[in-house]
T-cell receptor
Framework: AQKITQTQPGMFVQEKEAVTLDCTYD???????LFWYKQPSSGEMIFLIY??????QNATEGRYSLNFQKARKSANLVISASQLGDSAMYFC?????????????FGKGITLSVRP | NAGVMQNPRHLVRRRGQEARLRCSPM?????VYWYRQLPEEGLKFMVY????????ESGMPKERFSAEFPKEGPSILRIQQVVRGDSAAYFC??????????????FGPGTRLLVL
């Protein structure tokens, strides 16, 4: 079974509007972290936001916020006031704490295109 | 404070040659991770290292691939006798270590390997 699922097709959003990118996850570990990364066409991986499984509040970082619904096992990324520079691939990733397992498990990503 | 450094950024090899990819973690980070990204896919974990130790190599192919993180110098991912299927982007990430904490991994710009 996939641990991180990102099933949305390519997403389009009008500049200055908000957009939600979906991510669901699967784990039996009570302690885990959820991460979102942005990969623009230049190829680098840019860290955006982190949510810990025990965090009481949803994470926020500037225009990025994470809609964390633990019971549903979802960690959707919300980008407010979209900018043209937000056009990129967005990856959701999870890190579990079982044993020595410290790796990130990534979803397949979602392409976001911001229209002027 | 320089980020994660990787070199070369682009590497072209003919089938059967060796590829050496280098990664210098962020200052103060003692943990290094290598990931591989095939076209149109998310990143897949390969190996997790600390100085002079391989902690988790569960994602490494059994043959031709090796990794090290010596006491001095960068981490090296080595691919012997490359084949066309090795063509991919190889990303290195680093994180600090704090016991019991799920630290964020910060990525380098990646090395794009093309096998002719």
């Amino acid at each position: 079974a996939q641990k991180i699922t990102q099933t949305q097709p390519g997403m389009f959003v009008q500049e200055k509007e908000a957009v939600t990118l979906d991510c669901t996850y699967d784990t039996s570990d009570p302690s885990y972290g959820l991460f979102w990364y942005k990969q623009p066409s230049s190829g680098e991986m840019i860290f955006l936001i982190y949510q810990g499984s025990y965090d009481q509040q949803n994470a926020t970082e500037g225009r990025y916020s994470l809609n964390f619904q633990k019971a549903r096992k979802s960690a959707n990324l919300v980008i407010s006031a979209s900018q043209l520079g937000d056009s990129a691939m967005y990856f959701c990733a999870m890190r579990e704490t079982t044993g020595a397992n410290s790796k990130l498990t990534f979803g397949k990503g979602i392409t976001l295109s911001v229209r002027p | 404070n320089a980020g994660v450094m990787q070199n070369p950024r682009h590497l072209v090899r003919r089938r059967g040659q060796e590829a050496r990819l280098r990664c210098s973690p962020m200052k103060g980070h003692s943990h290094v991770y290598w990931y591989r990204q095939l076209p149109e896919e998310g990143l897949k974990f390969m190996v997790y290292l600390q100085k002079e130790n391989i902690i988790d190599e569960s994602g490494m192919p059994k043959e031709r691939f090796s990794a090290e993180f010596p006491k001095e110098g960068p981490s090296i991912l080595r691919i012997q006798q490359v084949v066309r299927g090795d063509s991919a982007a190889y990303f290195c990430a680093s994180s600090p270590f704090r016991r019991g904490a799920l630290e964020t991994q910060y990525f380098g710009p990646g090395t794009r390997l093309l096998v002719l």
